[in-house]
Every structure is written in C-alpha cells, then in structure tokens.
C-alpha cells in the first residue's frame, strides 16, 4: 500500500521560509520520480517542482530561484525548500509518486503566507 504522508506546513510571514517533507511507504522509493504540487483555494492544482530518480530537477517558473526540491533516498524523503515566500504561494502543497506508471498523491500540507 503507497502511502505518502507530509509535513511541514504552516503559518509564515512573507520573505520567510519553509521546509516541507514527504515521507514514502509502499513504494521502491530509490526508483520513483517524485513530485510537489500546490492547490491555492478557487484554483486548480499546479505544478511547483519534480526530481527524478537521478536526482534532475524541474520548476515550475515563478519558484525558479526560490524553492529546492530535494530527496534522501536512505530515508524514503523528498523535501521542499521554500525561501522568500510570497502572498500568493498559500496553497495546500501535495507530495506526488510516479510508481509502475501510477501517480499517487498524499493528503496535502496547507502552507500559508501572510503579508
């Protein structure tokens, strides 16, 4: 059984910075190209970063330069550096799989941003 379970979310203030994890269970997790995805309220879910099994990493534009997705393969965790934060990055953030050509979603870490 996958299972992907965050952590790390909060309340911050804007300029400040967030670390966000996602632990993974159930999956070959050395193998699995990871994700984040964020959900701001009355819009759809968007792309915010993927790292692949090697370790290549791809951003969304607008967090170019701000956020760093990392992994810890001895430790099934994929994480999310989140620096200089901004009003509009408040979303709930979700943790994402790609295993055996299946996408699999944790249940999500609300960020929230005040200015």
């Known amino acids: 059984q996958v299972q992907l379970v965050e952590s790390g979310g909060g309340v911050v203030q804007a300029g400040g910075s967030l670390r966000l994890s996602c632990a993974a269970s159930g999956i070959i997790f050395r193998f699995s190209p990871m994700g984040w995805y964020r959900q701001a309220p009355g819009k759809q879910r968007e792309l915010v970063a993927t790292?692949?099994?090697?370790?290549?990493?791809n951003y969304a534009d607008s967090m170019k330069g701000r956020f760093t997705i990392s992994r810890d393969n001895a430790k099934n965790t994929v994480y999310l550096q989140m620096n200089s934060l901004k009003p509009e990055d408040t979303a709930v953030y979700y943790c994402?799989?790609?295993?055996?050509?299946?996408?699999?979603w944790g249940k999500g870490t609300l960020v929230t941003v005040s200015s």
């Open positions: 994402n799989a790609d295993y055996h050509g299946l996408y699999y």
């Open positions: 790292i692949t099994s090697g370790g290549y990493t």
